[in-house]
């Protein structure tokens, strides 16, 4: 990426106090993306993260919650990981801006770019070059403020979501122990073309499948044949921590929604019918624990195969507000992990 630059710092406004988020603090955050909700197109989305706020966070080795109070009070959040992702072939240190509220009685303070400015001073800590966002392109709030330097990316991050209502398929196969290393190569071979992407390895999957309950070894699944692993990919249960309700603007009807990802998956040339298959055993393990949809990020067109399921894409814009973003014609993909979102 060229064009690098710092992020702006700003101090918080008269009033409001900012620092880290702890458990202590876990009922107010809840309450609060409970009442403020993301505005996308004709649509209120706000999330139900009881009982514990901070769950899948823990996924992630290196993160920090940062509120503003006001008025005794929480008014405002933001969220953030510190990760290493390859962009045209070169790693990079940034974080990633994945959650931010403020309440609408105290919009127009400053109060999101002094939570913003509070990650950055946290994340500067860490080597971190500057953030980034994923946003729908629907939601005009966010786009006006993690888009608001620009550098939105020429690429879009698609996101296919399976419908799991019919969803059938075989009882999968849990990777087998010391079979690490075999995932590793997989998902390096299938993904490292893409933007975005940080390699794993043996003791870097085993570390991530040891941070939190929700993902664990006994969450990765593996198709062999004759011994050899030829797809591979995690499930990891976001709806158990969180709950996404979707409110109609102009009819007031609501929906609510449960979801599993797909994480750390990958698969040999020429076996996409194999991942095909142990993509439908996923859906239906998630459909059997309840959740509605199983989504994937697919990096570029036909990396993610066709399963025969129900699917919808949606389309995330990328920003990097710190670097301008490589020309279209030299970006083969882009992949985003799923745990992050």
Same mark, same amino acid.
């Given at each position: 990426?060229?064009?690098?630059?710092?992020?702006?710092?700003?101090?918080?406004?008269?009033?409001?106090?900012?620092?880290?988020?702890?458990?202590?603090?876990?009922?107010?955050?809840?309450?609060?993306?409970?009442? &403020?909700?993301?505005?996308?197109?004709?649509? %209120?989305?706000?999330?139900?993260?009881?009982?514990?706020?901070?769950?899948?966070?823990?996924?992630?080795?290196?993160?920090?919650?940062?509120?503003?109070?006001?008025?005794?009070?929480?008014?405002?959040?933001?969220? #953030?990981?510190?990760?290493?992702?390859?962009?045209?072939? &070169?790693? %990079?240190?940034?974080?990633?801006?994945?959650?931010?509220?403020? %309440?609408?009685?105290?919009? #127009?303070?400053?109060?999101?770019?002094?939570?913003?400015?509070?990650?950055?001073? @946290?994340?500067?800590?860490?080597?971190?070059?500057?953030?980034?966002?994923?946003?729908?392109?629907?939601?005009?709030?966010?786009?006006?403020?993690?888009?608001?330097?620009?550098?939105? @990316?020429?690429?879009?991050?698609?996101?296919?979501?399976?419908?799991?209502?019919?969803?059938?398929?075989?009882?999968?196969?849990?990777?087998?122990?010391?079979?690490?290393?075999?995932?590793?190569?997989?998902?390096?071979?299938? %993904?490292?073309?893409?933007?975005?992407?940080?390699?794993?390895?043996?003791?870097?999957?085993?570390?991530?499948?040891?941070?939190?309950?929700?993902?664990?070894?006994?969450?990765?699944?593996?198709?062999?044949?004759? #011994?050899? &692993?030829?797809?591979?990919?995690?499930?990891?249960?976001?709806?158990?921590?969180?709950?996404?309700?979707?409110?109609?603007?102009?009819?007031?009807?609501?929906?609510?929604?449960?979801?599993?990802?797909?994480?750390? @998956?990958?698969?040999?040339? #020429?076996?996409?019918?194999?991942?095909?298959?142990?993509?439908?055993?996923?859906?239906?393990?998630?459909?059997?624990?309840?959740?509605?949809?199983?989504?994937?990020?697919?990096?570029?067109?036909?990396?993610?195969?066709?399963?025969?399921?129900?699917?919808?894409?949606?389309?995330?814009?990328?920003?990097?507000?710190?670097?301008?973003?490589?020309?279209?014609?030299?970006?083969?993909?882009?992949?985003?992990?799923?745990?992050?979102?």
């Amino acid at each position: 990426m060229g064009g690098s630059q710092r992020p702006s710092i700003a101090d918080p406004p008269p009033g409001v106090t900012i620092h880290e988020a702890t458990q202590n603090d876990n009922d107010a955050l809840i309450a609060l993306e409970r009442e &403020v909700p993301l505005v996308v197109g004709d649509t %209120h989305e706000f999330f139900d993260r009881s009982p514990d706020y901070f769950a899948n966070q823990r996924l992630h080795q290196y993160y920090r919650t940062v509120l503003a109070e006001a008025d005794g009070r929480v008014v405002g959040v933001t969220a #953030g990981l510190v990760h290493n992702p390859v962009i045209q072939g &070169v790693a %990079h240190r940034l974080v990633y801006i994945h959650r931010g509220r403020v %309440h609408p009685d105290f919009h #127009g303070r400053g109060i999101g770019f002094a939570l913003s400015s509070a990650l950055f001073r @946290w994340s500067s800590g860490l080597g971190s070059e500057g953030p980034y966002y994923l946003i729908s392109p629907d939601n005009e709030r966010s786009i006006a403020f993690g888009g608001r330097a620009g550098r939105r @990316w020429p690429v879009d991050v698609t996101l296919v979501s399976f419908d799991l209502l019919s969803a059938e398929g075989e009882r999968p196969e849990t990777l087998p122990p010391g079979m690490l290393e075999d995932a590793a190569h997989l998902i390096n071979a299938t %993904h490292s073309p893409f933007d975005f992407f940080e390699p794993v390895s043996a003791g870097l999957l085993a570390a991530r499948l040891g941070r939190s309950p929700q993902y664990t070894p006994q969450h990765v699944f593996a198709v062999r044949e004759r #011994g050899e &692993v030829v797809a591979v990919a995690g499930l990891c249960d976001k709806g158990a921590a969180t709950e996404r309700i979707h409110v109609d603007c102009a009819t007031g009807a609501a929906s609510r929604s449960r979801e599993a990802v797909v994480a750390d @998956w990958g698969y040999r040339s #020429g076996r996409e019918d194999r991942f095909a298959s142990l993509l439908r055993s996923l859906a239906a393990r998630a459909r059997a624990i309840g959740r509605d949809r199983l989504t994937i990020c697919e990096p570029a067109p036909g990396v993610v195969p066709e399963t025969g399921l129900p699917a919808r894409r949606a389309a995330a814009s990328l920003f990097t507000p710190a670097s301008d973003p490589p020309p279209a014609e030299r970006i083969k993909g882009i992949f985003f992990d799923l745990l992050f979102f």
